[in-house]
């Protein structure tokens, strides 16, 4: 009789609301106590501080500089963009003489990034950098030829393909490009119809 008088129809109601504010009273405890522990040992100085040294250290991870093999990986992967502006960056750090061929080899590859995402004058400029600095490759003077070509710099491509001629007489694409180069050079100077 006693235990069903406890339970009666209000009674859990109580228990409930007894349970429920008995988590709260916790929670607000645990809450209040942690926010003491939280002011006492990390007051702003500290995490001021601590703030600034977590930024420096990122900001000293972040500083290493462009380096060839991961500009190489990079053009592995076929991120040509991306390696063309790291090709950039090494290109511009190579000032002194002796790295002369190493900067005509960074010239080349930026110019073949250049190539694939069909930035013609930039790749031009950067195979003739690469000639200039020795690239020692001679299909360079094709290349160089075809991108002035696909540019419409035709004299400049004419001459491009006679040198790469001069080394290869019987290669065909050479002598197409050339004709075709000659040919709209020819048009170019009719005087237009309309």
Known sequence: MILSNCFSNYSWKIYYCLA???VLFVNFVSDYAIRCVFRRFFNMKRIK???????????????GGAKLATANEQMERGEYYDASKTYR???????????????????????????????????AAAYQNAARYGYGDSTIYLLTARMQHA?????????????YLKWHPDDKLAQNGLIGAQMALEKKALPDMW
Do not use: D, M, W
């Not at 190579?94 to 004058?121: M, S, W, Y």
């Not at 710099?153 to 006679?162: E, M, Q, S």
């Open 151 to 163: 540019e419409g710099k035709y004299a400049p491509a004419v001459a491009a393909y006679k040198e």
């Open 89 to 123: 960056k090494i290109y511009n750090k190579l000032t002194k003489k002796e790295e002369r061929p190493l900067r005509g080899e960074v010239a080349f590859k930026l110019a073949e990034c250049h190539r694939h995402i069909n930035q013609f004058a930039r790749a």
């Open 49 to 63: 501080i601590i703030a600034l040294c977590a930024v420096a250290a990122i900001l000293l991870g972040s500083c």
């Open 20 to 22: 429920l504010y008995s």
